[in-house]
């Protein structure tokens, strides 16, 4: 089992940066994926980044050169940077881990807000 706590969010000018941290509960050395989803109210939760153990990573389109995921093993947190941000990025963001051997997420955390006003 993994706790999973976010971090970092808040209200931006778009243009601005955040970098949102999840702290786990245990090493998250050996989770399979860890990443970070957002929903946007009125929308459906979707996969922003994500980061395998083999150092494979992930980025949908519209984040990609944007955004970059990290994992900080030995602080047993993951990070989110988001630079260049507009306002279609506002959402309450959540990390997420694969600890299992399905394709979805077996834990999240309780996401963190961002806002970017235009």
């Known amino acids: 089992q993994v706790q999973l706590v976010e971090s970092g969010g808040g209200l931006v000018q778009a243009g601005g940066s955040l970098r949102l941290s999840c702290a786990a509960s245990?090493?998250?050395?050996?989770?399979?994926?860890m990443g970070w989803y957002r929903q946007a109210p009125g929308k459906e939760r979707e996969e922003v980044a994500s980061?395998?153990?083999?150092?494979?990573?992930y980025y949908r389109d519209s984040v990609k050169g944007r955004f970059t995921i990290s994992r900080d093993n030995a602080k047993n947190t993951l990070y989110l940077q988001m630079n260049s941000l507009k306002p279609e990025d506002t959402a309450l963001y959540y990390c997420?881990?694969?600890?299992?051997?399905?394709?979805?997420?077996?834990?999240w955390g309780q996401g963190t807000q961002v806002t970017v006003s235009s």
């Open positions: 245990r090493s998250i050395f050996s989770i399979n994926v």
């Open positions: 997420a881990a694969l600890v299992g051997s399905g394709t979805l997420p077996d834990y």
């Open positions: 980061s395998n153990n083999d150092e494979r990573e």
